[in-house]
Nanobody, 123 residues
């Protein structure tokens, strides 16, 4: 089982940037794909980005392509999400998640979750 702890959320103005981090422990970090999801008030949790075990492949929701970058450091056991040109519609609780598989296949493969970190973008 893997434990995940997110950090880096906060309040930022539209157009600004934030970098989220997710520290993992309890399982060999480099053996599984990782992802970021978000949940806005009154909405279901939604996929944001995912990255394969070695970092060679990344996948993004259309709404964040070109603005967000997912990355990982398998030495530090940490996942990142660099968020640039933030918009008010990016406001949500952001969760990192660990897949049961090495590569990203489907959202239901993610079964280990962090507690979430709040990102608020003001207009």
């Amino acid at each position: 089982q893997v434990q995940l702890v997110e950090s880096g959320g906060g309040l930022v103005q539209a157009g600004g940037s934030l970098r989220l981090s997710c520290a993992a422990s309890g399982r060999t970090f480099s053996s599984y794909a990782m992802g970021w999801f978000r949940q806005a008030p009154g909405k279901e949790r939604a996929f944001v980005a995912a990255i394969s075990w070695g970092g060679g492949n990344a996948y993004y929701a259309d709404s964040v392509k070109g603005r967000f970058t997912i990355s990982r450091d398998n030495v530090k056991n940490t996942l990142y999400l660099q968020m640039n040109n933030l918009k008010p519609e990016d406001t949500a609780v952001y969760y990192c998640a660990a897949s049961d598989y090495e590569t990203y296949r489907r959202n239901t493969d993610f079964r280990s979750w962090g507690q979430g970190t709040q990102v608020t973008v003001s207009s």
